[in-house]
C-alpha cells in the first residue's frame, strides 16, 4: 500500500498537480478539463508580489510581515504573519509555479506563478538558505535566522567602508567623545578599522556626518544628467538573467539525480558527491546574484530625496548600493575637530 501510495504521488508530482496544502497565494480549484490545480487568490497575491519588491529594496522580514499585518493581511489558514512566514511564501518555489516532491522541484506546476523567475531566484538569493562563513583558522559553519545578528550594522555604511590605509572593511560602533570641563563626555557612532576585521586600527570617522556626507553627494550626483544618463544603462541584465538560467537548471539536475538514484544507477556516496557539487555552485550562484544592485528602474530617484529621512536601514543600505561600490576613508588631517570630506573617497558603480 505504501509504495501505491508513493507511486501515485510521484506520479501526481510528474503531471504538475498541486500537492494537498494549500500555499498563501493560492485556493485550490480545477481547470477547464477537471484536472486539480492551483488559482491565484489576488488579495495575497497582490501581498507577495509586494513584499518580494520591497524585500529587494531592503527592508527587513519583520517590517514586511508588520505592513501586511498592519493592511490585515493574515496567512493561508488564517494566522498572523511572521518574519518565518514571509520568508517561506517568498522562497517557496511554489509561487514561481514549481512543483515540489520530496523537496526537490520536478518540473512546472498547472498553476499560474505569481512571481516571475527572475523575481523568485532574486528573493531566494537574498534570503534562502543558510550562508557560510569562514572563521580565522579557516573552518566554516552556517549562519542560519536562528544566530542573533545583534546590534551590528545599524549604519547604512558598515560593510560599504573601507580603511584608505590596510584596505580593510571598516565597522560601525561607539566611541566615547570627551565633552570638555562643562559637561560630560557623550557616546557618538564611529566608524573604525577594527583588528576584528581584519584592520589595524589605522582609520576612523564619526559615522552619521560622514553618511550625510556620502548621502548628499549621491543625490548631488543624481541632478546631472550625465550621471543620470551612465546608470541608467542596465550592466548586469545579461549577467542576471543567465545566472536565474543557471539556478532553474540546478534544480532540474537535482530531480535527475533524485531519480537516477532511486532507479540504482547511482549508489549513496555518489549521489551525496554530486548533491554537494550543487549545492557549493547554487551558494556562489545566489551570492552573486544578491550582489548585483536590482535594475535601475528599482529606484525612484525623485521620490528618493523626499524619503531619505524616513527611510529604514535597510532601505538606504540599498538605495546607497545601487549607485555606490565603495567607500574609502582616508586618514585624519592631524588637529582638525570636524569631518573632513575631503578624507571620503566614492567609488560609483
Known amino acids: 500500500m505504501k509504495a501505491r501510495v508513493n507511486d501515485r504521488l510521484a506520479d501526481n508530482a510528474a503531471r504538475g498537480l498541486p500537492p494537498g496544502s494549500r500555499p498563501f497565494g493560492y485556493a485550490h480549484g480545477v481547470t477547464a478539463d477537471g484536472v486539480r490545480t492551483y488559482v491565484i ?26 505592513a501586511l499585518a498592519g493592511r490585515g493581511i493574515k496567512g493561508a489558514h488564517g494566522g498572523d504573519l511572521t518574519a518565518s512566514s514571509v520568508r517561506g511564501m517568498l522562497t517557496s518555489p511554489t509561487v514561481a509555479g514549481k512543483r515540489v516532491h520530496r523537496g526537490q522541484v520536478t518540473g512546472d506546476g498547472n498553476w499560474p506563478p505569481i512571481l516571475g523567475e527572475a523575481t523568485w531566484q532574486a528573493c531566494r538569493a537574498r534570503l534562502g538558505g543558510p550562508r557560510r562563513v569562514t572563521r580565522a583558522d579557516g573552518k566554516d559553519y552556517p549562519v542560519t535566522p536562528a544566530h542573533n545578528p545583534g546590534t551590528g550594522r545599524r549604519y547604512a555604511l558598515t560593510g560599504l567602508a573601507y580603511c584608505g590605509v590596510c584596505g580593510a572593511v571598516m565597522t560601525g560602533s561607539v566611541k566615547q567623545i570627551r565633552g570638555g570641563a562643562r559637561r560630560g563626555g557623550r557616546d557618538v557612532p564611529y566608524l573604525l578599522c577594527h583588528p576584528s576585521k581584519g584592520g589595524r586600527a589605522c582609520t576612523g570617522i564619526m559615522l552619521e556626518p560622514a553618511e550625510q556626507h556620502v548621502a548628499d553627494t549621491l543625490f548631488a550626483e543624481l541632478d546631472k544628467p550625465a550621471f543620470l544618463d551612465a546608470i541608467a544603462e542596465d550592466t548586469h541584465a545579461t549577467r542576471r538573467e ?39 555552485r547554487e551558494r556562489g550562484l545566489r551570492a552573486e546574484l544578491d550582489a548585483k544592485a536590482p535594475p535601475p528602474a528599482r529606484a525612484d530617484i525623485a521620490g528618493a530625496r523626499a524619503a531619505w529621512p524616513l527611510m529604514t536601514l535597510g532601505e538606504r543600505r540599498e538605495f546607497l548600493r545601487l549607485f555606490i561600490s565603495r567607500v574609502v576613508i582616508l586618514p585624519a588631517t592631524p588637529g582638525l575637530q570636524r569631518v573632513d570630506p575631503a578624507r571620503v573617497e566614492i567609488t560609483w558603480r
Do not use: K
Not at 539536475?253 to 558527491?273: H, P
Open 41 to 66: 487568490v489576488p488579495e495575497q497575491a497582490d501581498a507577495i508580489r509586494w513584499a518580494a519588491d520591497r524585500v529587494l529594496a531592503g527592508w527587513s522580514l519583520a517590517s514586511v510581515a508588520a
Open 242 to 280: 543567465e545566472i536565474t538560467t543557471s539556478l532553474s537548471a540546478i534544480d532540474g539536475q537535482r530531480a535527475d539525480l533524485a531519480r537516477m538514484w532511486a532507479a540504482g544507477d547511482l549508489t549513496a556516496a555518489e549521489w551525496q558527491a554530486a548533491r554537494t557539487g550543487l549545492d557549493t
